[in-house]
């Protein structure tokens, strides 16, 4: 039964490292880590520029946009998530994104005499999301927003403002439900 188990997870490996050397050439403002995992399908629009990190698992349509950055951590998993950038995207280690947005602009001026102008950089900021943070289905992570180490995001929350380290947030607007001690 090892054996078995053996060809089946040298053919895995192999079916990933087709999909990576894929992307790669589909997108060349894709970097890729080590035994990154595509388990669905990527998307890059807009000259969006993407790393994702070591040994992290995409699951479902893991979709990108926007001319900003995106970086990804080692050890994550993307599941069903968008992210659109015009500044910055960072996500730490170890973080599970379970179909939910992060959207680091507003897309357009909040002016209405301004509404249909190209965006001004004061429609944007870059979101941090710091190492083992849990976001929930169907959360939106919206612009400037830093979560915290070890935090969760329950599902359908809209992060606005800063969430504290190891805490849990729901709602809208979010507020923290639990906090984990030490």
Same mark, same amino acid.
């Given at each position: 039964?090892?054996?078995?188990?053996?060809?089946?997870?040298?053919?895995?490996?192999?079916?990933?490292?087709? @999909? $990576?050397?894929?992307? $790669?050439?589909?997108?060349?403002? +894709? =970097? +890729?880590?080590?035994?990154?995992? *595509?388990?669905? $399908?990527?998307?890059?629009?807009?000259?969006?520029?993407? %790393? *994702?990190?070591?040994? !992290? $698992?995409? &699951?479902? +349509?893991?979709?990108?946009?926007?001319?900003?950055?995106?970086?990804?951590?080692?050890?994550?998993l993307l599941n069903?998530?968008? /992210?659109? !950038?015009? %500044?910055?995207? !960072? /996500?730490? #280690?170890?973080?599970? +994104?379970s179909d939910c947005?992060?959207?680091?602009?507003?897309?357009?001026?909040?002016?209405?005499?301004?509404?249909?102008?190209?965006?001004?950089?004061?429609? =944007?900021?870059? /979101?941090?999301?710091?190492?083992?943070?849990?976001?929930?289905?169907?959360?939106?992570?919206?612009?400037?927003? =830093? *979560?915290g180490h070890d935090?969760?995001?329950?599902?359908? %929350?809209?992060?606005?403002? #800063?969430?504290?380290?190891?805490?849990?947030?729901?709602?809208?607007?979010?507020? /923290?439900?639990? @906090?984990? &001690?030490?």
């Amino acid at each position: 039964m090892l054996p078995h188990a053996s060809v089946k997870d040298r053919l895995l490996r192999g079916v990933f490292a087709v @999909k $990576r050397a894929y992307y $790669r050439v589909r997108y060349p403002r +894709l =970097r +890729l880590g080590r035994d990154v995992q *595509i388990r669905g $399908r990527i998307r890059l629009r807009r000259g969006v520029r993407v %790393t *994702i990190g070591d040994r !992290t $698992r995409l &699951n479902k +349509l893991v979709r990108f946009a926007g001319p900003g950055t995106v970086h990804v951590g080692a050890d994550c998993l993307l599941n069903a998530t968008w /992210i659109g !950038t015009w %500044t910055a995207v !960072t /996500i730490g #280690d170890r973080c599970l +994104l379970s179909d939910c947005e992060l959207v680091d602009n507003d897309f357009h001026n909040l002016d209405p005499l301004r509404r249909h102008e190209p965006p001004v950089p004061a429609t =944007r900021a870059p /979101i941090v999301v710091e190492d083992n943070v849990w976001i929930g289905a169907h959360a939106l992570v919206m612009k400037g927003v =830093r *979560i915290g180490h070890d935090s969760v995001v329950g599902a359908a %929350t809209v992060v606005r403002t #800063d969430v504290p380290e190891r805490v849990v947030v729901i709602g809208n607007p979010q507020q /923290i439900v639990k @906090k984990f &001690n030490d």
